[in-house]
């Protein structure tokens, strides 16, 4: 279930496909597309990931997920500034883990659903 009635996705084909398999599974409690407001600072501007996701405790490693949906998971294929802002994300969330407890939020980046559930499963 989304926090809102309808997903903002743009028009983004990954992210409509990521919202149909979010919607048809039974692994996750709720899930939001994170408003433009959220923002994690960067040396090189701010940055909004995409999604964030509450998996159903004990179905999952991380029940709470933020994650970057890409089409491209190739870094060769990712501009300069998106790989600095993701690496940035990576250092942001794991500073929050090892302040308040251990893999409390899992940030990556997926080209899918079926990537996502690689990571979490």
Known sequence: MHVQSAVP????????????????SSDFVVY??????FLIPTPVGDYNPDWAISFKEGSVKHVDFVAETKGAMS????????????KCARKFFN???????????????????????????
Request: aromatic share 6%.
């Open 9 to 24: 996705c743009g028009d983004s084909n990954i992210e409509r496909q990521f919202v149909k398999e979010l919607d048809t």
């Open 32 to 37: 939001a597309k994170l408003p433009h407001g």
């Open 75 to 86: 870094s060769m294929e990712l501009r300069e500034i998106e790989k600095t802002k993701i």
């Open 95 to 121: 500073e929050i883990n090892q302040r308040f407890a251990p893999e409390v939020v899992k940030y990556d980046v997926v080209d899918s659903f079926g990537k996502l559930m690689e990571l979490v499963k």
